[in-house]
């Protein structure tokens, strides 16, 4: 199969690790995050560093929000976002950290302040179906695992970035101290042991679900109409759809609000889909050119 046709660079793929060669494979593994239960706690960012040995990158508070970490990046593989977010007193009680009026509810009722809810989404690398950070890497360094999880080998990468720009989610990033790419692996160490990935070990709300990634999309489907039966009516899955702009993701996410809410591309596709045409173009122009030349040349010899 070319590397340019459907299905290799965009579109519908149900069995990513046949796709990248595995014959034989467990099923598709991922993460599904449920953020009406995630508390902000950061436990899955302290176990993700731990047992990769991920290096601090400082403690650098914004002054904006009690978020530390600001983004994921080469030295910060999940990232618990905290989204502060006005209440209007029509929102459905799920227990979420929050803070209620500075007075009384009249007073409240008056000034127009009924307090703040904490919007928290603990992101992480989305191991897209087709991942384009995998596509334009020239070294090989990225590789897709037999568990449809895509991987970074630090001992092959050569520091290019190209990888930088393709991911549309702005996940992967080079480590400044070393000059190479990083970012979640999903554990792949533990998962060829049984394991489950730190992070969703370390969760204590069990917003963070490890899994078969086509179990794990019911299980969100169930989830998402259970919110929507409480009356939750903003809640809405993100990346759990095979058929969007990068083949559905192998960490998907139940949101309370819009994706941009949470810093998320509200409609991402993947940066390399155009690349079969480009290149097609490019070809097509350079034999052209070469048409052109034998012709002036043989026109020079009469």
């Known amino acids: ?30 993460f599904f995050t449920d953020t009406s239960v995630c508390i902000g706690c950061k436990a899955c960012e302290v176990a ?46 799920l227990g979420m950290p929050g803070l209620g009026p500075p007075a009384g509810e009249s007073q409240a009722a008056e000034s127009g302040d009924a307090g703040i809810q904490w919007l928290m989404s603990s992101d992480v690398c989305k191991h897209c179906t087709h991942a384009a950070c995998l596509d334009v890497c020239p070294t090989g360094a990225l590789f897709r695992t037999e568990f449809g999880t895509v991987v970074v080998q630090p001992d092959v990468c050569n520091g290019c970035g190209y990888c930088v720009p393709a991911c549309p989610y702005g996940v992967i990033d080079v480590r400044k101290e070393d ?10 160490d533990r998962l060829k042991e049984g394991q489950q990935p730190a992070c969703a070990q370390a969760c204590p709300t069990e917003s963070i679900q490890f899994g078969e990634v086509s179990e794990l999309r019911l299980r969100a489907a169930n989830r998402l109409q259970e919110l929507k039966d409480q009356g ?36 991402p596709i993947v940066t390399t889909r155009d690349l079969g045409s480009i290149w097609k173009h490019v070809g097509g122009a350079a034999a052209a050119v070469a048409a052109l030349g034998v012709a002036s040349f043989l026109g020079r010899r009469r």
């Open 232 to 267: 939750v009516d903003a809640a809405q899955l993100y990346g759990a759809d095979p058929d969007d702009g990068v083949g559905g993701d192998g960490a998907f996410f139940l949101l309370l609000d819009e994706p941009e809410v949470y810093g998320l591309p509200p409609d």
């Open 1 to 30: 199969m070319s590397l340019f046709s459907e299905g290799r660079l965009w579109g519908r793929l149900d069995d990513v690790q046949h796709d990248a060669g595995y014959d034989e494979h467990p099923p598709r593994m991922g």
């Open 48 to 93: 993700c560093k731990e047992w990769n040995e991920i290096p601090e990158n400082g403690y650098l508070l914004t002054g904006m929000s009690y978020d530390n970490t600001g983004a994921l990046g080469a030295s910060t593989w999940r990232h618990v976002a905290f989204v502060e977010k006005p209440l209007t007193g029509q929102e459905t009680d």
């Open 179 to 188: 000059g190479r790419a990083f970012k979640c692996t999903l554990c792949y």
